[in-house]
C-alpha cells in the first residue's frame, strides 16, 4: 500500500500538513509519498497519475484543490481517499479566489493563473462518487471553501465535522490514526 499526498493550491510536498504526515506514515513502515506538483492540472493530474501507476495499491490523502484531484484518481484507481476541507468545486473555487498571478507558499513566487486552467478543472469531476471509499475532514472555520458543499455532495461519505478550524484543518494530527485505519484496511 502507498500513500500519495496532494497538496492544495500554490502549497508543495513540502508544506507543514505534508511534513506531519511523511514523519507520522515513515514511523509507521508505510510509503509515503508527497510530490510538489505543477499549478498548471493538466501536468498535476499527469504527475499524479504516473506516480500512482507505478505504486502497488495506491490511496490518497488531498488537502483543498489536493482533495479534488485526490477525489478523481480514487475514482480512476478505485482506491480510497481522505479529502481534507476539499475544493470540489474547484473551478468556482478558483475562479473566486484567484485574480491574474497567485504565490507559491513554499518559496514566495509567483505565477500566473488564467481562464486556461480554470477550464482544465473541468476535466477531472467527478460524476459518481464511490462514497464508501471516502473519508471527509471538514473543519466549519474554513474561510475559503463552505464545508456544507463537500457534506452535499458526499452524504454517504465517512466524515468528521469540527466547530471553527481553518482551511488548513487545525490539529489534523489528532486524526492521523483514524485516517490510517480509514485508509490501510
Not at 462514497?131 to 466549519?140: A, D, G, P, T
Request: hydrophobic share 40%; net charge neutral; glycine share 8%.
Amino acid at each position: 500500500m502507498s500513500i500519495i499526498y496532494i497538496h492544495g493550491f500554490g502549497s508543495s510536498g513540502l508544506g507543514v500538513k505534508a511534513n506531519l504526515f511523511r514523519q507520522y506514515f515513515n514511523q509507521k513502515g508505510v510509503q509515503f509519498l508527497a510530490p510538489s506538483l505543477s499549478y498548471v492540472p493538466q501536468l498535476a493530474i499527469q504527475t499524479l497519475t504516473e506516480l500512482a501507476k507505478c505504486c502497488k495499491n495506491p490511496v490518497f490523502i488531498g488537502s483543498s484543490l489536493g482533495g479534488f484531484y485526490a477525489l478523481y484518481l480514487a475514482d480512476r484507481f478505485d482506491s480510497k481517499a481522505v479529502l481534507i476541507n476539499p475544493a470540489l468545486y474547484a473551478e468556482s473555487t478558483l475562479r473566486r479566489h484567484i485574480k491574474g498571478y497567485a504565490t507559491n507558499f513554499y518559496d514566495l513566487s509567483r505565477f500566473e493563473w488564467n481562464d486556461s486552467h480554470l477550464a482544465m478543472l473541468k476535466e477531472y469531476k467527478v460524476a459518481k462518487p464511490k462514497e464508501e471509499n471516502l473519508m471527509l475532514l471538514l473543519q466549519k472555520g474554513d474561510d475559503i471553501i463552505d464545508y456544507k458543499e463537500a457534506l452535499a455532495l458526499l452524504p454517504n461519505a465517512k466524515a468528521v465535522v469540527e466547530e471553527g478550524g481553518s482551511h488548513s484543518f487545525d490539529g489534523i494530527e489528532r486524526y492521523f490514526e483514524e485516517i490510517s485505519t480509514f485508509l490501510l484496511v
